[in-house]
C-alpha cells in the first residue's frame, strides 16, 4: 500500500468525520448524563440527580431480564438457523445446482422487502381464518393454532420471519467467501478420493470460518435491534411475552416519556450488546488463530 | 467444469433443497400480490390461491390506494422518494470521498486529542447547561465546536500517549454501528426539538430526517468502499501523479468511474435501508415528511383485517425496491463491470 501525503486529505474525510461527530456525539452525552438523573416529561418532573438509581431500578425489575431473555432468544435462534439455511443454501449454488443463475437473483428478494412490509404480509399468511397457513395445518389434521396469540408460536413465528428475511444476508456473504476459495485444494482432496462430508468438515468450513464470524457477528448485533417486526406482528404481545429491549425502550421513552430511565435503559442495553460481543469473539478467537 | 461442482444424486438433492427454499421465499410475496387483488369478500370467504380458478381478480384495492381513499399515499411515495435517493447519493458520495482518503493517505493523530474532544464535550455541554444556564440547544453547539477547535488545535503538538492511525477511525466509524439505534433516534428526536427552539425546524423536515440517514449509512458506505477502493491497481494512480495531477482530479476523474461496480453495489445496499427504516423515522416525522414504512405499519392498526388494502399498501413499498434491484444487478452485469477492467 502506498500512502501519500498531500494537505486535499482532510478535504475528503471531514465531511464524513463532521457527520457522523455531530449525530453520534449528542446522543452518547445526552443519554449518558441523563441515564443519572430522574426526569420525566408527561406529567412533567423537574431533573433531579440519582447517581445509578435507575439502573438500579432496571436491575431490579424483573421486566428487563424478561425482555432481554426474549430478545437473547430470539436473536440466537434465528441467527442460528439463517446460518445453518443460509450455508447449506450457499454451498449448493457454489456447486453449480441446475438453475443456479435465477436461485442466484431469486434468493435475495425478502433482504429488500421492509421489515414493517414482511410483518404485515405474516400477518395474513398466519390470520387464523383466512391465512393459508392454518388451512394447510387443518388439511392436515391439526387444529387450528393460535401463532399470534399465544406466546411460544408468537415467538417461533416472530423468528421465522427472522429467518425468511436474513437468511439471503448470510447465503449472499458466505457465497462470496466460497467463491474466493481456491480450487487446487478441492483437485488434491479428490485425488486423495476425500468424501464430499471429508471435503466439507476439513477444507470448506475451516476456510470459511473468518467470514462466518463475521456474518454471524453482524446478524447477532442487528437481531439484538430488532423492534419493526414485533411492533407490527405481535406489539409485544401476549401480555409482554414478547417484547423486545428495543420495544420496551420505544414504550417507556415515547409513550411514558420516562427519560431517565430510558436512557439508563439504552446503556444498559449497550452493555448487554457489548458482553455479548466480547464473549462470542473470545470463544471464537483460538479456532480462528488455529486455522490461519 | 469444477472439481467443487456436484454430480449424480447430491446434485439432485441440492435441487431440491433449492426448490423448497425457493417456495419458502416466494409464497409470502405471491400471497401479498394476489390478496391485493381480491375483493373484499373474496378475502373474507377463507384462503384462495389461484386467481381466475378460485377467485375473481379485481382491482378495487389498487383503486382506492391511488385515489388517496387510504390516507396520502402519494405524498409518502415522493417523500420516501426523494429521502432515500438524496440520502443515499450523499452518503455513498461523502462515504467513498472518506473511504478513499482511509486507503491511500495516512492519519495519524494521539489517542490523548480524542480524548481531549469527548471530555471537552461532555464538560462544555453539562457547563453550559447546568452552570451557565444556556438552553441545551445552545450549550450542545458551543460545547461541540469548542471541542472540535481544540481536538484538533491539540493535534499540532507532540502529545504523549498512544498512537492512533488509520485503522482505528474505521474501527471507529464501523462501531458506531453497534449503538443500538433507539438511543440514537431518541436522542436525536429531543436535540431536534432543542433545535426547533432556537428556529431551525428539524423534527418532521427534509433536512433532519435525511441528515440522520446519512450519518447512519456513513459507517456501513465507509466499510465497503474501503473493500473495494484497496481491490483498485494503484499503478494507475500512480502513473497520474507523475503527470502532476492534482489528487481531486484523480479521484473524480479515475478512481470513481473505476469503481463503479462497487459504487452501485453500496448505493443499492444503503437505499435498501434508508427506505426500510422504521425506528428513525417513526422519532423523527410526524405528517409532512413521513416515509412509507410508519405509513404500511399504521395500516395495520388502522384497518384492522381489511387484508386487500394493506397488501396494496404493502406492495408500494416493496416493487420499488424490487425493480431496481432488477435494474442495477444488470447494469452491474453488462458493461460496467468490463468498463472497469479496460
Known amino acids: 500500500m502506498t500512502t501519500r501525503n498531500d494537505p486535499i486529505k482532510h478535504f475528503f474525510i471531514w465531511p464524513a468525520l463532521i457527520i457522523v461527530l455531530v449525530i453520534s456525539i449528542f446522543p452518547l452525552i445526552y443519554s449518558l448524563t441523563t441515564s443519572f438523573m430522574s426526569m420525566r416529561l408527561v406529567p412533567p418532573m423537574p431533573a433531579r440527580f440519582v447517581g445509578f438509581g435507575n439502573y438500579a431500578d432496571l436491575l431490579q425489575n424483573p421486566?428487563?431480564?424478561?425482555?432481554?431473555?426474549?430478545?437473547?432468544l430470539i436473536a440466537f435462534i434465528s441467527v442460528g438457523l439463517q446460518y445453518v439455511i443460509g450455508l447449506s443454501v450457499a454451498l449448493a449454488l457454489n456447486s453449480r445446482v441446475p438453475g443456479e443463475g435465477i436461485f442466484r437473483v431469486s434468493f435475495l428478494l425478502p433482504m429488500l422487502v421492509a421489515p414493517v412490509a414482511a410483518a404485515l404480509i405474516a400477518r395474513q399468511v398466519l390470520n387464523p381464518t383466512m391465512g393459508?397457513?392454518?388451512?394447510?395445518?387443518?388439511?392436515?389434521?391439526?387444529?387450528?393454532?393460535?401463532?399470534?396469540?399465544?406466546?411460544?408460536?408468537?415467538?417461533?413465528?416472530?423468528?421465522?420471519?427472522?429467518?425468511?428475511?436474513?437468511?439471503?444476508?448470510?447465503?449472499?456473504?458466505?457465497l462470496a467467501g466460497l467463491q474466493t476459495l481456491p480450487d487446487d485444494v478441492y483437485e488434491a482432496a479428490a485425488l486423495e478420493n476425500a468424501t464430499p462430508w471429508q471435503q466439507f468438515r476439513d477444507i470448506t468450513f475451516p476456510m470459511l470460518l473468518p467470514i462466518s464470524v463475521a456474518v454471524v457477528f453482524i446478524r447477532l448485533?442487528?437481531?439484538?435491534?430488532?423492534?419493526?417486526t414485533v411492533f407490527v406482528m405481535t406489539g409485544g404481545g401476549p401480555g409482554i411475552s414478547t417484547e423486545t429491549l428495543t420495544l420496551f425502550a420505544y414504550q417507556e421513552g415515547f409513550k411514558k416519556f420516562n427519560l431517565g430511565y430510558t436512557s439508563a435503559l439504552s446503556f444498559l442495553f449497550l452493555i448487554v450488546i457489548t458482553v455479548i460481543g466480547l464473549v462470542y469473539l473470545a470463544i471464537l478467537k483460538p479456532y480462528l488463530e488455529k486455522h490461519k | 467444469?469444477?472439481?467443487?461442482?456436484?454430480?449424480?444424486?447430491?446434485?439432485?438433492?441440492?435441487?431440491?433443497?433449492?426448490?423448497?427454499?425457493?417456495?419458502?421465499t416466494f409464497f409470502p410475496l405471491y400471497w401479498v400480490l394476489i390478496t391485493s387483488f381480491k375483493t373484499p369478500i373474496a378475502v373474507v370467504g377463507g384462503p384462495t390461491y389461484l386467481p381466475f380458478v378460485d377467485f375473481e381478480p379485481s382491482l378495487t384495492a389498487w383503486r382506492e390506494l391511488l385515489s388517496g381513499q387510504r390516507g396520502q399515499f402519494f405524498n409518502t411515495f415522493l417523500a420516501s422518494t426523494i429521502i432515500g435517493l438524496s440520502a443515499?447519493?450523499?452518503a455513498t458520495g461523502i462515504g467513498a470521498m472518506a473511504a478513499y482518503a482511509l486507503v491511500r493517505f495516512t492519519f495519524r493523530f494521539r489517542l490523548l486529542s480524542a480524548l481531549i474532544f469527548v471530555v471537552i464535550a461532555f464538560g462544555g455541554f453539562l457547563l453550559g447547561r447546568n452552570v451557565l444556564g444556556f438552553g441545551q440547544g445552545i450549550s450542545l453547539i458551543y460545547a461541540f465546536i469548542a471541542a472540535l477547535v481544540l481536538a484538533v488545535f491539540s493535534s499540532r503538538f507532540r502529545l504523549p500517549g498512544p498512537e492512533l492511525g488509520n485503522n482505528d477511525i474505521v474501527f471507529w466509524f464501523v462501531s458506531q454501528r453497534m449503538?443500538?439505534?433507539i438511543v440514537a433516534a431518541f436522542a436525536l428526536y429531543l436535540m431536534y426539538t432543542e433545535m426547533g427552539k432556537l428556529g431551525f425546524k428539524l423534527v418532521d423536515s427534509y433536512i433532519g430526517l435525511t441528515f440522520a440517514y446519512i450519518a447512519f449509512s456513513l459507517p456501513i458506505v465507509i466499510w465497503l468502499m474501503r473493500d473495494f477502493f484497496e481491490a483498485l491497481p494503484v499503478e494507475v494512480e500512480e502513473a497520474a501523479m507523475v503527470d502532476n495531477v492534482p489528487t481531486w482530479r484523480i479521484f473524480f476523474g479515475i478512481v470513481l468511474p473505476m469503481s463503479k461496480p462497487g459504487l452501485i453495489a453500496t448505493f443499492m445496499i444503503t437505499l435498501a435501508f434508508v427506505w426500510n427504516e422504521f425506528l428513525f423515522a417513526l422519532f423523527l416525522t410526524n405528517s409532512r415528511w413521513q416515509t412509507l414504512p410508519i405509513l404500511v405499519a399504521g395500516q395495520n392498526s388502522q384497518r384492522g383485517d381489511e387484508w386487500w388494502a394493506i397488501s396494496a399498501a404493502a406492495l408500494v413499498a416493496i416493487i420499488p425496491m424490487m425493480v431496481m434491484a432488477g435494474l442495477l444487478s444488470r447494469l452491474m452485469r453488462s458493461g460496467l463491470l468490463l468498463g472497469a477492467i479496460k
Not at chain 1, 63 to 72: D, K, P
Not at chain 1, 221 to 228: G, P, R, T, V
Not at chain 2, 2 to 15: E, N, P
Request: charged share 10%; glycine share 6%; net charge positive.
Open chain 1, 63 to 72: 421486566r428487563f431480564w424478561h425482555v432481554t431473555g426474549t430478545t437473547t
Open chain 1, 132 to 174: 393459508p397457513l392454518n388451512e394447510l395445518m387443518s388439511a392436515l389434521g391439526f387444529p387450528n393454532l393460535p401463532f399470534l396469540t399465544q406466546t411460544s408460536w408468537a415467538l417461533g413465528s416472530i423468528i421465522a420471519v427472522e429467518v425468511w428475511q436474513w437468511t439471503p444476508f448470510v447465503i449472499l456473504m458466505l
Open chain 1, 221 to 228: 448485533i442487528e437481531s439484538y435491534k430488532i423492534i419493526d
Open chain 2, 1 to 24: 467444469m469444477s472439481v467443487r461442482t456436484l454430480k449424480g444424486k447430491r446434485r439432485w438433492i441440492a435441487l431440491g433443497g433449492c426448490l423448497v427454499w425457493l417456495a419458502i
Open chain 2, 88 to 90: 443515499s447519493v450523499l
Open chain 2, 179 to 181: 449503538f443500538p439505534p
